[in-house]
C-alpha cells in the first residue's frame, strides 16, 4: 500500500510540478489510507478544489476498492455517500479543465466506481472527450473506447469516429495492449479490410514487444470471436502466451478463455489441459459464491468422476448464497457435465423459482431450456415458465429473442399452440436468417405432434405458417449474394425441414455463388457438404482447385475439413491424387502441432480413401502420442471421446489390414468386445426377410450364417459358404447364430465368437451386406466411403462381398418373392463366380 502510494504520488508529480510543492490538499489525499479519509478531504475543501484534485480524488477512491478483493468492495457506500455526491457535481463542473489523459481517466474511474452511463457527470465527460477525439494520443483513445464499450455504445456514431482513427493511425501503434483494447471497441464497426489491417498489426507487435500479460491475447481472441473470425496463426500465438501464463490465470479468465475457444471452435489440447491442472489447484479456495461459480463452470465439463462430485456436493453447500445469475451459470454447466443429482436440481429450481420476476426473457427462455435438459420434475414451476415464456413472447420485437422463445416453449408439454404465439411468428418471419427459419419449422414440427386435431387434418393454422416459412426460405436463398454470409447461415441449419424443403435450392445457390469460393472460405464450405451428404461435383471440383492453388494459404489445421467431404462421399476430383497429396504435403511439417484428438480423425479420414501417409500413422501410434490423447480425452464432452476412441480403433483396423509392413499391433481386441456387450444385437425386418430367403435358395437355415463375427471384429450381416464348384456347404449346428423371433442375434450354444474354422480347398466365403440409405449420398445412388472401406477390407479377410442396395431391394422389380429369390441368387452366384 505504501509502495503504491508513493508511486502514485511520485507519478502526480511529474504530471503537476507547479502544484505538488506547496498544496496542502494534494498531501492530504495522498495522506489518505481509506475511502472515508479521501472523502473527508474533500468535504472540508470543497472550495479550494481544482480540476487537478478533483481527478486525484476519484483517481484515489477507485484505486482503494480496486485494492480490495471482488467481494469486499464497497462501491455502493461510495457511490451513495453525501461528498461523493458532491465531488462528482464538482467534477462536471471542472470538465473543460481537465488534460486530455486526465479526463478519460476520470471517466474510466467513475465507471469503474458503478456511476450509471446517464448520470449528467458521465455524459458530460463523454461529450467534452469527444470533442477532443481527434487529438487524443493512442493509449488515452483506446481508454476512451474501453468506456464507451461499458456503456454500450460500441455501434454509436462516436465509436465510428474512433474506429476511422485507428484506420488512419494504426502504423503509430506501438503497444500490444493499446491495439488489443481498440481491436474490441472498434469491433462491431470493423471492415474486412480493416479487420485484416488490425490482424496483420497485432500479429507483428506479439513478436516484436517484451512481455504480455495475459489480458492481451484473452482480448485478442474476444476481437477475433466478436467478428467471427478464426484466424488460426493469430489464435495459435496468443494460445502460446496464454499456456506460458497459465499458472496466472484464475477461474474468471480460464473460463473466459474457454468459453471463447469454443465459439471459434479452436480445441486446443495443450491449454485444455492446462487449464484443468489450475483449476483443480483452485478448489480449495474457490468458496465464495462468485469465484465458486466460475470455477464450476470452467471445470465442471472437464472433470472426472471424482471432481464432478466434489464440485456438486460444494454447489449444494453453497446453493443458498447463490444469486439468480450464479444459479443460471451453475445450471448449464450441470446440464453440461449431465448432472443427475436430484438434490442439486431440486435446489436450483427453488432458486429459480424465487427469482421469476428478475429474470430476462432470453434467460428465461435458458432456464426453461436447462431444466428440461436436467429432467426437472415441477410441473407447477414449468407452467409457470411457459407462461412467462408466452408473455415476453408477445410483445417481444426481436427475432433472435422470438426465435428463441418459441424454441424453448415448443420443448414444453402442451396439446395446442396458442394463437399470440403463431400470430407473433408469423409476423416476424420475414425478417429472420435460414437458422430462424429452420428453428420455428422445428418448433412447428413438435406442435403439430402434440396437437391432437393433426390426427385426421393439419390444422389451417400451421398449413398457412408453414407455407410462409417455406416462401421466405426459398427467397432467401434465391436472394444471397455473398457466399461468406450465406454459410454463416447455413452453419447451424440441420432438420429434416431444410432438407426436404430447402437444400435443393441451397445447392444452386451455392453453384450460383461459385466463383466467390475461395481459400478462406473452402474449409466451411467443405463442412457444410460433408454434413448435408449431398453429393454436388461442382462445388467439389471447385474446392479441389481453389485449394491447391492457395494450398499455402490454407491453414495446415484446416486440411482435415477440407478433405473430409471427397473422403465421406467418396469422391475423385480431377488431379484427385494431386489434390490429396498437396494436403498431405501441407501438413506434413506440422503434424507435432496439431491436437491429438484433429489428428486421429484426419488420418481416419484419409484412411478411408485408402492414404495412409506413414509419418502420420507412426506420429499417432507411439506410447507418447496415445497418452497424450487419452489426457486429451477425458477433458472432452462424453459423445466426442466415444467418437474419437471409436474412429482411433477403425484407424488401428485399417492399417493392420491394409498396411500390414508398418507393423502397428492390433490393440483393441478387448475395446471391441465391450462394444459388442453394449449393442443390443436387434435386426430389421428386411434383414429377417432376406434370412429366410438365403435359407431358401441355399438349401436350409444350416448355409446361411447371420451377424457373423470377423477378425478385427467386422460384423457380417450374412455369410455363406461356396465350395470351388459354387455349392453351398452347410455350417455345423454348434457354431450358428440364430434370430430369434424377437428378431434378436443370439448366439448357438457353445460357439466361440471368433470362431473361423478352415475352409475346405477352393471354397469361398461370401458375405452378403444389406446397404441402407446411410451408405449413400442423399441426392444419389452414390455409394459413400465408409461403405467402400468396408467392402476393401472384407475382401482383405478373404470374403467375396454381395453388396445389397436398398433401393433395389425396395423397387418395383422386386416385388415378388421369386423376384428377391432371384436377384439374391445372382448376386451370390453370379457376380462371386
Not at 496466472?248 to 480445441?267: C, M, P, R, T, V
Not at 455463388?513 to 478462406?520: F, G, K, M, P
Not at 486421429?600 to 496415445?626: G, H, K, Q, T
Request: net charge neutral.
Amino acid at each position: 500500500m505504501l509502495r503504491l502510494r508513493s508511486v502514485c504520488r511520485s507519478s502526480w508529480r511529474l504530471l503537476h510540478p507547479r502544484v505538488a510543492g506547496s498544496d496542502q490538499v494534494l498531501e492530504q489525499l495522498f495522506a489518505s489510507g481509506s475511502e472515508e479519509q479521501v472523502l473527508d478531504v474533500v468535504g472540508r475543501n470543497k472550495a479550494k478544489l481544482s480540476a487537478a484534485h478533483v481527478g486525484l480524488a476519484v483517481s484515489r477512491l477507485w484505486q482503494f476498492q480496486k485494492e480490495k478483493p471482488q467481494m469486499l468492495r464497497t462501491l455502493e457506500f461510495t457511490r451513495t455517500h453525501p461528498q461523493f455526491l458532491a465531488l462528482c457535481v464538482l467534477a462536471e463542473n471542472k470538465v473543460e479543465q481537465l488534460p486530455d489523459s486526465e479526463l478519460v481517466d476520470m471517466l474510466y474511474n467513475v465507471l469503474r466506481l458503478s456511476v450509471e452511463p446517464h448520470d449528467s457527470l458521465v455524459q458530460e465527460l463523454v461529450t467534452e472527450g469527444w470533442r477532443r477525439i481527434d487529438r487524443l494520443p493512442m493509449a488515452p483513445l483506446s481508454k476512451f473506447a474501453n468506456c464507451l464499450n461499458d456503456q454500450h455504445l460500441n455501434s454509436s456514431p462516436l465509436m465510428g469516429e474512433i474506429t476511422e482513427i485507428v484506420s488512419q493511425k494504426l502504423d503509430s501503434v506501438k503497444d500490444a495492449r493499446v491495439l488489443s483494447i481498440l481491436m474490441i471497441g472498434v469491433s462491431a464497426l470493423v471492415s474486412p479490410r480493416l479487420r485484416d489491417a488490425l490482424i496483420q498489426k497485432m500479429d507483428f507487435l506479439l513478436d516484436t514487444t517484451g512481455p504480455i500479460h495475459f489480458n492481451t491475447p484473452r482480448r485478442v481472441i474476444q476481437f477475433l470471436r466478436n467478428v467471427k473470425h478464426s484466424y488460426r496463426p493469430l489464435m495459435e500465438k496468443c494460445n502460446r502466451i496464454l499456456l506460458r501464463s497459465a499458472k496466472d490465470l484464475d477461474a474468471e479468465n480460464i473460463s473466459i478463455i474457454l468459453g471463447l475457444y469454443q465459439s471459434l471452435q479452436f480445441n486446443n489440447c495443450d491449454f485444455r489441459l492446462a487449464a484443468k491442472r489450475r483449476l483443480s489447484e483452485l478448489l480449495d479456495s474457490c468458496t465464495d459464491p462468485v469465484s465458486f461459480t466460475r470455477l464450476f463452470a470452467a471445470l465442471g465439463p472437464m472433470a472426472g468422476q471424482e471432481t464432478r462430485e466434489r464440485l456438486e456436493s460444494s454447489a449444494l453447500l453453497l446453493a443458498e448464497e447463490l444469486n439468480s445469475q450464479q444459479a443460471l451459470a451453475l445450471a448449464e454447466t450441470m446440464e453440461e457435465m449431465e448432472c443427475r443429482n436430484l438434490q442439486l436440481i431440486n435446489k436450483i429450481g427453488t432458486i429459480f423459482s424465487k427469482n421469476l420476476e428478475g429474470y430476462k426473457p432470453v434467460e428465461i427462455a435458458r432456464i426453461t431450456q436447462v431444466l428440461i435438459l436436467l429432467h426437472y420434475q415441477n410441473p407447477e414451476l414449468l407452467t409457470k415458465l411457459r407462461c412467462f415464456l408466452v408473455s415476453h413472447l408477445q410483445v417481444s420485437v426481436f427475432p433472435y429473442e422470438v426465435t428463441m422463445l418459441t424454441r424453448v416453449l415448443s420443448m414444453l408439454p402442451s396439446p395446442r399452440l396458442d394463437e399470440e404465439v403463431t400470430s407473433r411468428v408469423d409476423d416476424l418471419l420475414p425478417q429472420c436468417n435460414l437458422s430462424d427459419l429452420n428453428t420455428f419449422a422445428t418448433a412447428m414440427a413438435k406442435w403439430v405432434r402434440h396437437d391432437p386435431s393433426y390426427r385426421h387434418v393439419m390444422p389451417r393454422v400451421y398449413v398457412k405458417l408453414l407455407q410462409k416459412l417455406n416462401h421466405c426460405g426459398l427467397e432467401r436463398l434465391r436472394k444471397a449474394d455473398s457466399l461468406d454470409l450465406l454459410l454463416e447461415e447455413l452453419k447451424y441449419v440441420p432438420g429434416e425441414w431444410f432438407e426436404e424443403v430447402l437444400l435443393e435450392e441451397t445447392m444452386l445457390s451455392l453453384q450460383r455463388l461459385i466463383d466467390q469460393i475461395s481459400w478462406s472460405n473452402v474449409p466451411e464450405l467443405a463442412v457444410f457438404l460433408t454434413r448435408t451428404n449431398h453429393l454436388c461435383t461442382p462445388l467439389l471440383d471447385r474446392i479441389a482447385s481453389v485449394s491447391m492453388e492457395h494450398i499455402e494459404k490454407i491453414h495446415y489445421s484446416a486440411m482435415y475439413a477440407t478433405i473430409l467431404p471427397f473422403t465421406v462421399l467418396n469422391y475423385d476430383p480431377p488431379q484427385g491424387d494431386e489434390f490429396f497429396d498437396a494436403c498431405i504435403q501441407h501438413l506434413r511439417p506440422h503434424i507435432s502441432s496439431f491436437d491429438p484428438h484433429l489428428l486421429v480423425l484426419l488420418a481416419y479420414s484419409l484412411a478411408v480413401a485408402d492414404c495412409f501417409p506413414e509419418d502420420v500413422i507412426r506420429e499417432i501410434f507411439n506410447v507418447d502420442f496415445l497418452a497424450k490423447l487419452d489426457a486429451q480425452l477425458e477433458t472432452l464432452p462424453d459423445a466426442l471421446n466415444m467418437r474419437i476412441r471409436l474412429r482411433l480403433m477403425e484407424l488401428n483396423r485399417a492399417v493392420s489390414l491394409e498396411c500390414p509392413e508398418f507393423q502397428i499391433p492390433w490393440f483393441h481386441e478387448r475395446y471391441c468386445q465391450q462394444l459388442l456387450k453394449k449393442g443390443n444385437g436387434s435386426v430389421t425386418a428386411v434383414q429377417q426377410q432376406i434370412h429366410k430367403m438365403l435359407g431358401e435358395i441355399l438349401g436350409g437355415m444350416s448355409y446361411a450364417k447371420v451377424s457373423v463375427l470377423t477378425p478385427y471384429f467386422y460384423v457380417v450381416e450374412f455369410e455363406c459358404i461356396l465350395d470351388r464348384n459354387k455349392k453351398p456347404i452347410p455350417y455345423v449346428e454348434h457354431s450358428r447364430l440364430l434370430i430369434t423371433e424377437e428378431g434378436k442375434v443370439q448366439w448357438g450354444p457353445g460357439s466361440p465368437v471368433n470362431d473361423r474354422s478352415e475352409l475346405p480347398p477352393g471354397a469361398q466365403r461370401v458375405a452378403v451386406d444389406f446397404l441402407d440409405s446411410k451408405s449413400f449420398c442423399k441426392n444419389s445412388r452414390h455409394m459413400k466411403g465408409e461403405a467402400v472401406m468396408r467392402k476393401r477390407h472384407l475382401e482383405i479377410l478373404g470374403y467375396n462381398v454381395a453388396q445389397i442396395p436398398h433401393f433395389e431391394w425396395n423397387s418395383m422389380e422386386l416385388s415378388t418373392r421369386d423376384a428377391w429369390k432371384e436377384y439374391l441368387r445372382k448376386k451370390i452366384f453370379s457376380e462371386n463366380s
